[in-house]
C-alpha cells in the first residue's frame, strides 16, 4: 500500500534533543495513522546551518518543497508560532488538507471495532 505523505509541523522550542524526540513521536503517530511523514527537522540541521543566511533560505525553500509534495499537512503540539502559521498558509494555497495530529489518528480509527482499536 502506498502511503500518502504527511509534512509534519509544531512550534519547535528550540531545543535539539526534545525537538527531536518529539518529532520522532508525532512521525511514529503518523505513520501508524498510515502516512509516511516528512518531517524536515529530523534531517535538515543534520547539514544545514541556519546561521548562514543562505543556507537558512535554503532550508525554508527545501521545507516548501516537501510541503508541496504532501497529501496533508499535520500540526502537532498545542502551540502555534509564525512557522507552523507560515506552513498552514502555504498549505491552504496549495490546498493541501491542514490538521491535527489528533485528526489524522481519529480519521484512521473511524469504522473499526473498538476490539480493533
Not at 518543497?65 to 500540526?75: N, T
Amino acid at each position: 500500500m502506498k502511503r500518502p505523505l504527511a509534512y509534519i509541523t509544531t512550534a519547535w522550542n528550540g531545543e535539539p534533543d526534545i525537538d527531536t524526540a518529539l518529532a520522532i513521536q508525532y512521525c511514529r503517530i503518523a505513520y501508524e495513522a498510515g502516512f509516511s511523514p516528512i518531517c524536515p527537522l529530523l534531517y535538515l540541521p543534520l547539514f544545514i546551518n541556519d546561521a548562514i543566511p543562505e543556507e537558512h533560505k535554503d532550508g525554508i525553500d527545501m521545507r516548501r518543497d516537501m510541503l508541496r509534495r504532501a497529501r496533508v499537512l499535520v500540526v502537532c503540539g498545542g502551540a502555534v508560532d509564525e512557522d507552523v502559521k507560515n506552513d498552514i498558509a502555504v498549505a491552504q494555497r496549495l490546498n493541501i488538507t491542514a490538521t491535527t495530529l489528533d485528526g489524522i489518528v481519529t480519521v484512521n480509527h473511524q469504522g473499526r471495532n473498538a476490539d480493533d482499536v
